[in-house]
């Protein structure tokens, strides 16, 4: 994941921590105003990034908005700004200083993916496969 829309994301998932001071939490809202603001001014309060930000602020929950929001700046290579990178890392740091901000943001686009994380586990179960098929080819027998 590019590190603006890492950076958007933690940002409105620090949002809702509980624990954090109030000089970090208005330092955090000051970091995610400042990278929205950059990003309007830059292509537009109107542009498909701007709108994928604002609807994920919305509903930051949403793995789908979440996903719109990686889409967005990446189609209009908002990730090549390299000022707009600085404050974006300079958001992360601060998201990691916070009281739980050293969660790992994970992002996966694709059919069939399972992800895991400190020491836990995923499965992907796919039906409809052909066993003999996947034996022949080498593949796991699940």
Known sequence: ?????????????????SGATDV?????VDGYNGIKSFIKKKWGGDSDVSKAVEQLQAKP??????GMVVEEIKAAKVAEDPELIQMAQSLLELVKSMPG???IIQS????????????????VIIENYDREKLRRTGGDDV
């Open 1 to 17: 994941m590019d590190p603006i829309s890492a950076a958007i994301i933690a940002a409105l998932a620090a949002g809702a921590a």
């Open 24 to 28: 970090a939490r208005n330092a955090l």
């Open 61 to 66: 929950d949403s793995e789908a908005r979440k």
């Open 101 to 103: 901000g050293e969660k």
């Open 108 to 123: 996966a686009t694709g059919t069939g993916i399972a992800q895991a994380t400190h020491g836990s586990t995923a499965t």
